[in-house]
């Protein structure tokens, strides 16, 4: 077996999370429409949101949509996930949600155990890459990410002009890392998405589930913290 040099990442729900953490934004946006939802209730519908998510922009890419369609789209997951809360709104509270969570000023913040496992792979000689379906091109994306010494390379769905799980932006990305498929694992939070989309491409996966929502998944190896990643990789 060949081993393994190279490391990509999903980023959102892998590497990064968002600041305010989404569960408060979603909170303080039902209050616009009326609704009070405990932190415990919105966590556990964003979970299930987030894997319609994917499946969804799997199917249809977010890069390839314009600026209505985008909004439309973020109005239904937000209808979704209420749904999942145990709440059907109407499409006037949908667009209403959704307003209220895209002028809400937010930032990306690495968690804590990506920035520790970063750093490990740093000094253990490793490469490391972020694929991400992010619809600005990477260069850009690397810049505002603030990561110079600790990633090498970030490719968007918009620099391959196509998105996860689709072949086409693992292939694309590989070709830009100069690596092969035998040298490398991905790592990522979403089946559909990251672990199908680099079965595919015949990259290693590696499930990082940090919420222990798929206790019974055995297509790949799966972790609860990336701290877990060196013992794992090279099995």
Not at 1 to 17: A, E, G, P, Q
Not at 86 to 109: A, E, M, P, R
Not at 200 to 219: M, S, W
Request: contains cysteine; glycine residues 2%; proline residues 2%.
């Amino acid at each position: 077996m060949s081993k393994v040099t190279h490391i990509i990442f999903d980023m959102f729900n892998t590497l990064y999370r968002f600041d305010p953490e989404r569960e408060t934004t979603q909170i303080n946006a039902a209050k616009q429409i009326g609704l009070n939802i405990s932190k415990e209730e919105i966590i556990e519908a964003l979970n299930k949101a987030d894997i319609w998510f994917a499946k969804e922009t799997s199917k249809n890419s977010m890069h390839l949509m314009k600026e209505k369609e985008k909004d439309l789209f973020y109005s239904n997951y937000e209808r979704t996930l209420f749904n999942y809360a145990g709440h059907k709104i109407t499409d006037k509270d949908s667009s209403i949600l959704w307003n209220f969570v895209k002028n809400t000023k937010s930032s990306l913040k690495l968690f804590d155990d990506a920035e520790s496992i970063l750093s490990k792979l740093k000094n253990r000689n490793f490469s490391t890459g972020i694929i991400t379906n992010f619809d600005s091109d990477g260069s850009s994306l690397s810049k505002s990410l603030n990561l110079p010494n600790l990633i090498d390379h970030v490719i968007t769905s918009k620099d391959a002009g196509a998105s996860k799980p689709s072949k086409k932006i693992f292939d694309h990305s590989l070709k830009i890392m100069k690596i092969n498929t035998e040298n490398c694992v991905f790592v990522g939070d979403q089946i559909d998405t990251d672990i199908i989309g680099a079965q595919n491409a015949n990259i290693k996966p590696i499930l990082i589930d940090r919420e222990d929502l798929y206790p019974e998944y055995k297509d790949c190896v799966v972790i609860n913290n990336l701290n877990e990643l060196l013992d794992v990789i090279n099995l």
